[in-house]
Structures are given as C-alpha cells and as structure tokens.
C-alpha cells in the first residue's frame, strides 16, 4: 500500500533552520505531484509549497516564500522542504501529501490522494 513518511521535525529557535523529508513508497513517485501542509492548533490545514512530478514547477504560500524551498529527489522517492528562519508562527504539524498529476501541481488539499501521518515542527520565540 501507499505510505507516506515524514521526517526531520522538531523543537527549534527563531530564526533556525530545519529540513523535512517524506519518503514514499507503494507508489509510481515520478507520476506525482508533492505537497506539504501544515496545520497548527486550533487552525485549519494549510499549504506550504508543492512541486510537480519532476520538479520543474513549484509553489509556495505567501507566508513560506523566500524561506522554505520545495525540492525532490525521484531516484530516492523523496521530497524535502528546507525551512530557513524559522519564526513561531510556523510551528505546525507539518504533512506531505501525494497528487497523482503528471504536469503542474495544485495547493488545494482535497486534491491530493495520499497523505502522511505529520511531523511536529515548534519554533520558540
């Protein structure tokens, strides 16, 4: 079956860096599109960025550009998201999620497929 496995999170300062990895399994990786979400507490799921099934587009939420970078690695069936100063509101239960696109990607959740169980991300102020 398809599994989605994130990796990476965990309790930063302000200003820190961190990088997140999904590795995926069960699935033709090259045939998906790859988002992250996040979701913090009390608040709805949002996107993060996304990339497209062989990298050639990404995307990012207004909140994350400039300092997160979407990236993947088909030979490994791995997408990474590099997170640079860090602030507190980014803390979340950050998620990758797979959308079976060949071309493009999209940022709305309900377009994506698979999903994997979380990884928490705390940033202190």
């Known amino acids: 079956q398809v599994q989605l496995v994130e990796s990476g999170g965990g309790l930063v300062q302000a200003g820190a860096s961190l990088k997140l990895s999904c590795a995926a399994s069960g699935l033709t990786f090259g045939s998906y599109a790859m988002g992250w979400f996040r979701q913090a507490p009390g608040k709805e799921r949002e996107f993060v960025a996304a990339i497209s099934s062989y990298g050639r587009s990404t995307g990012y939420a207004d909140s994350v550009k400039g300092r997160f970078t979407i990236s993947r690695d088909n030979a490994k069936n791995t997408v990474y998201l590099q997170m640079n100063s860090l602030k507190p509101e980014d803390t979340a239960v950050y998620y990758c999620?797979?959308?079976?696109?060949?071309?493009?990607?999209?940022?709305?959740?309900?377009?994506?497929?698979?999903w994997g169980q979380g990884t928490q991300v705390t940033v202190s102020s």
């Open positions: 999620a797979a959308d079976l696109k060949m071309l493009g990607y999209s940022g709305a959740s309900y377009d994506y497929e698979y």
